[in-house]
């Protein structure tokens, strides 16, 4: 039993390991023991464990077999970004390529006797625009399109036996130009073409490295002829050209180096002397400046028939764009002496309005014309920009023009 009056608690009994004996050399602590402590080996004495003496030898359990399982992790992680690294340095980003290339790159346009006046041309240094010859066989009137919309006239210099067409633009000075590369890319990288369509849309599009090239006959579109060749970073290492896409070829950059800083001997083009040359023959279309309403609509499409008809030239199936009115005191072979050099191009309906109440319309028409420098009214300039006022009225369940008034005609292109 336990002693009456005792006030402290009873203490845990000792616990004594069992691997202890009598001649240890340590002594065992008085009191008692709340842990078990362990044995403590003489000097020499083996576990069965590997020893790790110090930084020298290898840690306990080390096994080689470990090791390269993380080693071959590391050589194939190193190979993978070496592989990524040059393939970034190969690769083109058609986006960036537009944004440094494509300020320097313009849109040809020329009333030509064959009608063939479309092209891409790049501008270099001195406002020298090298473009595709085939785009200005015996011109009347030439001129390029910048990035910035603004027309600018154009004189053709000459071309060489490779088909390259050299124009001069007056007033070049604090426009873009484009850099030739110093060197042409690896073979196995990647290159860029920056050019316009034939809508006048600029696009940005690769085509191949030289070991495996992208077949040109696959982008057809004739207006990216006189495009120039890029690499990754924007500089011109080719220029397109020939009479077809598939019949296309690519101009070297050691040859355009001799057309940024020397005078290559170029053959002179022979002024077109024809009576009718008609500019490019692909569509017009106008583009509206106003909300697209049903009647803008029909305005838009009578509009963009009448253009086609002139750019084409086909001044009888120009009648069929009039009304009966008009047709009566109009005359085909008249619209012929008054149009005979004019393309139209870049369209802006900037007003519609319904009149009278059939749902008749008025219509303001802005635009550039290029024409022959001897063309009434032309005042020896080759292109202008006109605005001009069209009543229609409707006719057999279509519009058709009734009138036209000049509001405005702006005599020369921005440079002159």
Same mark, same amino acid.
């Not at 690769?91 to 020329?110: F, H, N, R």
């Not at 009278?356 to 292109?383: E, H, M, Q, W, Y």
């Given at each position: 039993?336990?002693?009456?009056?005792?006030?402290?608690?009873?203490?845990?009994?000792?616990?004594?390991?069992?691997?202890?004996?009598?001649?240890?050399?340590?002594?065992?602590?008085?009191?008692?023991?709340?842990?078990?402590?362990?044995?403590?080996?003489?000097?020499?004495?083996?576990?069965?464990?590997?020893?790790?003496?110090?930084?020298?030898?290898?840690?306990?359990?080390?096994?080689?077999?470990?090791?390269?399982?993380?080693?071959?992790?590391?050589?194939?992680?190193?190979?993978?970004?070496?592989?990524?690294?040059?393939?970034?340095?190969?690769?083109?980003?058609?986006?960036?390529?537009?944004?440094?290339?494509?300020?320097?790159?313009?849109?040809?346009?020329?009333?030509?006797?064959?009608?063939?006046?479309?092209?891409?041309?790049?501008?270099?240094?001195?406002?020298?625009?090298?473009?595709?010859?085939?785009?200005?066989?015996?011109?009347?009137?030439?001129?390029?399109?910048?990035?910035?919309?603004?027309?600018?006239?154009?004189?053709?210099?000459?071309? %060489?036996?490779?088909?390259?067409?050299?124009?001069?633009?007056?007033?070049?000075?604090?426009?873009?130009?484009?850099?030739?590369?110093?060197?042409?890319?690896?073979?196995?990288?990647?290159?860029?073409?920056?050019?316009?369509?034939?809508?006048?849309?600029?696009?940005?599009?690769?085509?191949?490295?030289?070991?495996?090239?992208?077949?040109?006959?696959?982008?057809?579109?004739?207006?990216?002829?006189?495009?120039?060749?890029?690499?990754?970073?924007?500089?011109?290492?080719?220029?397109?050209?020939?009479?077809?896409?598939?019949?296309?070829?690519?101009?070297?950059?050691?040859?355009?180096?001799?057309?940024?800083?020397?005078?290559?001997?170029?053959?002179?083009?022979?002024?077109?002397?024809?009576?009718?040359?008609?500019?490019?023959?692909?569509?017009?279309?106008?583009?509206?400046?106003?909300?697209?309403?049903?009647?803008?609509?029909?305005?838009?499409?009578?509009?963009?028939?009448?253009?086609?008809?002139?750019?084409?030239?086909?001044?009888?199936?120009?009648?069929?764009?009039?009304?009966?009115?008009?047709?009566?005191?109009?005359?085909?072979?008249?619209?012929?002496?008054?149009?005979?050099?004019?393309?139209?191009?870049?369209?802006?309906?900037?007003?519609?309005?319904?009149?009278?109440?059939?749902?008749?319309?008025?219509?303001?028409?802005?635009?550039?014309?290029?024409?022959?420098?001897?063309?009434?009214?032309? %005042?020896?300039?080759?292109?202008?920009?006109?605005?001009?006022?069209?009543?229609?009225?409707?006719?057999?369940?279509?519009?058709?023009?009734?009138?036209?008034?000049?509001?405005?005609?702006?005599?020369?292109?921005?440079?002159?």
């Amino acid at each position: 039993m336990a002693e009456q009056g005792r006030s402290e608690l009873p203490r845990p009994p000792r616990r004594i390991p069992s691997w202890a004996v009598e001649h240890d050399d340590a002594r065992a602590p008085s009191g008692p023991r709340t842990t078990i402590e362990p044995r403590r080996r003489t000097p020499g004495e083996s576990s069965g464990a590997t020893r790790y003496d110090g930084p020298g030898a290898l840690p306990p359990k080390f096994r080689l077999r470990f090791v390269w399982p993380l080693v071959v992790f590391v050589l194939v992680l190193g190979a993978a970004a070496g592989w990524l690294v040059r393939a970034d340095r190969l690769s083109l980003d058609t986006d960036e390529v537009m944004d440094k290339a494509g300020p320097a790159v313009v849109q040809v346009l020329a009333t030509t006797c064959a009608g063939t006046g479309q092209a891409t041309g790049v501008l270099l240094p001195g406002g020298v625009v090298l473009t595709a010859a085939s785009a200005i066989r015996e011109p009347i009137s030439a001129a390029v399109v910048t990035q910035d919309g603004k027309v600018r006239r154009v004189e053709v210099r000459g071309v %060489n036996a490779n088909g390259i067409a050299v124009l001069g633009m007056p007033g070049w000075a604090g426009l873009p130009t484009a850099t030739l590369a110093h060197e042409l890319p690896e073979p196995a990288a990647e290159r860029g073409l920056v050019g316009h369509r034939l809508d006048g849309e600029q696009v940005s599009l690769p085509i191949g490295t030289t070991q495996q090239p992208r077949e040109l006959s696959e982008i057809d579109d004739t207006g990216l002829l006189g495009a120039p060749l890029v690499d990754k970073h924007g500089r011109v290492i080719g220029l397109l050209t020939g009479e077809t896409m598939a019949g296309s070829r690519i101009i070297s950059l050691d040859e355009l180096r001799d057309f940024a800083g020397g005078s290559p001997p170029l053959t002179p083009e022979p002024i077109g002397a024809c009576r009718n040359a008609r500019g490019p023959q692909s569509p017009v279309e106008p583009e509206l400046a106003v909300a697209n309403t049903p009647l803008a609509g029909e305005v838009r499409q009578a509009l963009a028939e009448y253009l086609q008809t002139l750019n084409k030239h086909d001044f009888a199936a120009m009648q069929a764009t009039y009304s009966s009115r008009l047709r009566a005191r109009s005359d085909p072979a008249e619209d012929a002496k008054k149009h005979g050099t004019s393309y139209a191009f870049r369209p802006v309906i900037e007003s519609v309005a319904s009149a009278g109440p059939d749902n008749d319309a008025d219509a303001l028409l802005s635009f550039t014309v290029l024409f022959s420098p001897d063309s009434a009214g032309a %005042n020896r300039k080759t292109c202008g920009r006109l605005k001009i006022r069209y009543h229609l009225v409707r006719e057999q369940q279509r519009l058709r023009i009734d009138s036209a008034f000049t509001a405005e005609n702006k005599s020369g292109c921005d440079t002159d």
